[in-house]
Each structure stands twice: as C-alpha cells, then as structure tokens.
C-alpha cells in the first residue's frame, strides 16, 4: 500500500535557522506531491507542489521543495524560518491520472522560538 | 487562488440527531470533493470521495449509512452524520480537486452531547 512517511514529528527552531524537513513515500510510479501548511487555527493551505519538470519546485512564503525520484523524496526547505512559520506541515502524493485519492504523512510540527 | 467554503464552522448537538455540512468550492468546478476527518494532533484521516451525480467512494471502516454524502452540483457536496454520538465529534475537512490540485476548506467542528 501506498504511505507516506515524514521523519520529523517535532521541530524546534529558533528564528533565522535554516529548515529542512523530510518526506518519503512508498509509490513507485508517477506521483504528484505536495507540501500542505495548517497555521494554528486555520485550515490547510497548499504551500507547493511538484507534478513534473524542474524537480526543484519554489512555493509560497519562501518555502522550496526538491523531488528526488532515487530516494522517493520531496523534502522541504526553508533558508531562514520566521516566527511566522510556525504551524503543521504536511507532506502528501498522490498517483499521477486515475483516481486521485491524497495519501498524507503524519504531519511535522513547526514551532519557531523569535 | 482557488476557494473551498464549508458551514457550519462550528457545531453542537444532542446525541442522536443528524447534522448536515456543506462544502462549496466557489470560484472554480469540482467532479470531485473528499471529506476527511481530523483528529487532535492527527493527520487527516480520508473519509470519502465524492463524485459530482455518482454515489460517494467510501475508505475502509467509514459507515456509509451513517456519514451519507451528495453531491449534487459542481460546486457543492453535503456531508451529513446521522444518528450522531459522541464518538462522532471531530473536525470534519472537505476538499474540492481543481485538475490535480485539492483545496481544503476551513473545517467544521462537531460536537455531540
């Protein structure tokens, strides 16, 4: 069966540290990913996605994500994390055509100290 | 960017009646919402996938019976949790798919008695 797996469950940074936090999935076929973020209180919010071409895919807030299709990842990746971006990311593919069912990581919890 | 509403945000009620959530994509189609539930510091667990004039897809384990889904039009499904108890309280999460992109709503709330 398809899953999903994000290695980090909790992450502590402090404001301008860099981030990068991991995803692998099981799937060997063509997949699409996507990075979610669920701010405190608010609802999922997509921050990237990867369908095809460049493997290093740029989202929103500053956010990039990079698809290594040897290692089955798309980690996620920020320079210099801000108190801001403290929130849930979520990880998640789905199979690329045919029934489009999103199969998500268990989440990453942010928590930014300024 | 493409926008997924649901109502209630929040709701409580007796155990034992039904409660009925709306999801709505607004400024785009959807053949196909999804509804899921989220549990405290839980990922979100899929529900069920909802296709525009077909009946839902339920995942393994969700009573059909009791989490009765329409989607009526391209831009509304209805998730509706019948005879509701306790257990059933949760955060309930719709999605609508925009090509190969899913867009969530804000989630709604339940609460029962």
């Known amino acids: 069966a398809q899953s999903v797996s994000q290695h980090n469950h909790h992450v502590i940074l402090s404001e301008a540290a860099s981030l990068e936090l991991g995803c692998n999935y099981s799937?060997?076929?063509?997949?699409?990913l996507f990075w979610y973020v669920q701010y405190p209180g608010q609802h999922l919010q997509l921050l990237l996605k990867?369908?095809?071409?460049?493997?290093l895919v740029k989202g929103i807030k500053g956010f990039e994500a990079e698809f290594i299709k040897s290692k089955f990842s798309f980690n996620l990746r920020k320079p210099s994390v801000q108190w801001s971006d403290t929130a849930e990311y979520f990880c998640?593919?789905?199979?690329?055509?045919?029934?489009?069912?999103?199969?998500f990581g268990a989440g990453t919890r942010l928590a930014v100290h300024p | 960017g493409a926008v997924v509403s649901q109502h209630p945000s929040w709701v409580i009620c007796k155990s034992g009646t039904s409660v009925k959530i709306e999801c709505r994509s607004l400024?785009?189609?959807?053949?196909?919402m999804f509804w899921y539930r989220q549990f405290p510091k839980q990922s979100l667990m899929l529900m069920a996938t909802?296709?525009?004039?077909?009946?839902?897809?339920?995942e393994q384990g969700v009573e059909k019976d009791k989490f009765l889904i329409n989607h009526a039009s391209l831009t509304l499904s209805t998730l509706t949790v019948t005879s509701a108890h306790p257990e059933d309280s949760s955060f309930y999460i719709c999605?609508?798919?925009?090509?190969?992109?899913?867009?969530f709503g804000p989630g709604t709330r339940l609460l029962v008695l």
């Open positions: 999605s609508a798919r925009d090509e190969r992109t899913q867009y």
């Open positions: 799937y060997g076929g063509t997949v699409n």
């Open positions: 990867y369908f095809s071409g460049d493997p």
């Open positions: 998640a593919v789905n199979r690329d055509g045919g029934y489009n069912k999103l199969i």
């Open positions: 400024d785009f189609q959807a053949t196909t």
């Open positions: 909802s296709n525009e004039g077909s009946k839902a897809t339920y």
